[in-house]
């Protein structure tokens, strides 16, 4: 199943077609980590399964709080109601395409994931008064249409 990737499935999900939102945990303002923290807590996402941080994440990427080591994580929630996979990650240290692969192998293989969404904030070198863009990169024209609707900035079209 995993052609070796470091993955932990602690329970199997009964999902048909879902979708996957991924957050980064070291965005600007910590924005992937505050919205997939927010969706799992609203929609009683539950821990399934997780990618072993030691083939991706070299020692110093440990910190300690507490007196207490915190490894880096990367662990995926269902929220089952929904159809909808949450994933929340540290960014990898080495090993990103290995690492990608082995996210998609879940989604693929155990969430039958049909949609993927990446959440992530960067850096705006403008005035804090200027209006922000909602940026949206989209590989299909269907996909386009239905974000439409929120005034996003397409960076590419299909």
């Known amino acids: 199943m995993n052609k070796g990737y470091p993955i932990k499935i602690y329970n199997e999900q009964e999902l048909r077609r879902s979708s996957l939102v ?3 945990s070291e965005d600007i303002g910590n924005l992937g980590r505050k919205a997939t923290g927010y969706l ?9 399964a997780e990618i072993e941080p030691e083939a991706f994440f070299p020692l110093g990427g440990v910190a300690i709080e507490g007196n207490l080591a915190r490894f880096p994580e990367s662990k ?3 929220c089952q109601e929904y159809e909808l996979v949450v994933f929340q990650s540290d960014s990898p240290g080495a ?14 293989q155990h969430c039958r994931v049909k949609e993927l969404y990446i959440l992530g904030a960067m ?8 209006p922000r863009q909602l ?24």
């Open 22 to 24: 991924l957050g980064w």
């Open 40 to 48: 799992n807590r609203k929609l009683k996402g539950r821990e399934f």
């Open 76 to 78: 995926f929630y269902a």
């Open 95 to 108: 090993e990103w395409y290995k690492f990608l692969n082995s996210v998609l192998d879940v989604a693929e």
């Open 123 to 130: 850096v705006s070198f403008s005035a804090h008064t200027a």
């Open 135 to 158: 940026i949206a990169v989209v590989n299909s024209a269907e996909m386009k249409e239905v974000l439409g609707q929120y005034e996003f900035f397409f960076v590419m079209d299909s």
